[in-house]
């Protein structure tokens, strides 16, 4: 499956590279500032930079649009006419639904919603599809996607609550973890940066025994000792964390059901192109 992305930003550029490392095949690129998308290539001699984003349409068979909710509403409209109903769109724009993208183009749209850790090619990528697409085409796009981390069938109802699971993910937790290891160096004891290596080790080997096939009550039961410090810390956190992650969703809910309000011009409307 030849892969073009539209939008060489951090996303972008992060699955572009993906592919080039995981793959002999061309993996086509476009974007609006050519000197980006030459950046991005520059590693890869398996990576062509398109002059245009229909050139780079006529060489695929997968756009990944990888552009801002706007931005990329505003692409579909001059490149969804342009698709084939043998093609696959696959967008990274988690606010506009599939229905929405159906109504400009006939190829078959897919939402990808993918991760930093696709770097080195770990991690899951949340695929949602329409309900029309071909079983065939389900297992070219996995098999395509398996190169650079784990593909994870979800409805598109669950696009959100699992986007903050995995896309947003890396950063939420990292953000907890500066925070203990600020308050680590707060004890006087150890400083900042110390603490922040050592909690990097620390998720480096738990994301092994993870791997292991270890669970997450598991971890808990092997290292809590009736009456030890590790249960003294697991009382003293109580349900402070439910508290903290209940807060978080409702906060990108909120927001993501507002953006869907109020930045995606109805399809019907918008269809003169």
């Known amino acids: 499956m ?5 939008g060489t930003g951090h996303m972008g550029g992060m699955l572009a590279r993906a592919f080039a490392e995981t793959s002999s095949e061309c993996v086509y690129v476009y974007n609006r500032t050519a000197e980006k998308a030459e950046a991005v290539a520059a590693d890869f001699t398996n990576m062509a930079v398109c002059n245009t984003w229909r050139s780079l349409v006529s060489c695929v068979d997968a756009v990944i649009l990888c552009t801002k909710a706007a931005d990329g509403f505003h692409m579909m409209q001059q490149l969804g006419p342009a698709l084939s109903r043998n093609q696959l769109l696959l967008t990274t724009i988690s606010s506009i639904d599939l229905d929405q993208w159906q109504e400009f183009t006939p190829a ?18 949340l695929v949602s599809y329409p309900r029309t697409i071909s079983p065939e085409d389900k297992l070219r796009l996995e098999q395509k ?15 959100r609550v699992c986007s903050d699971l995995t896309s947003c993910g890396p950063a939420f937790l990292t953000s907890i973890c500066q925070s203990w290891a600020q308050a680590a160096a707060q ?11 050592l ?17 997450f009550e598991q971890v808990i039961d092997q290292i809590r000792v009736p009456g030890g410090v590790t249960e003294l810390g697991l009382e003293a956190l109580g349900d402070g964390p439910l508290q903290l992650f209940t807060r978080l969703h409702a906060e990108t809910a909120r927001y993501a059901n507002g953006h869907k309000r109020n930045s995606v011009p109805s399809p019907l409307a918008s269809r003169q192109v």
């Open 108 to 125: 078959t749209p897919v939402k990808l919603i993918p991760s930093l850790t696709q770097t080195v090619h770990k991690g899951a990528l």
């Open 187 to 197: 004890t006087g004891n150890i400083d900042r940066a110390e603490a922040e290596s």
């Open 199 to 215: 909690l990097a080790s620390m998720i480096t080997g738990l994301a092994a025994l993870l791997e292991a096939g270890m669970t």
């Open 145 to 159: 996607l398996s190169a650079i981390g784990r593909p994870y069938v979800i409805d598109e109802a669950q696009v």
């Open 2 to 6: 030849k892969i073009g992305i539209i």
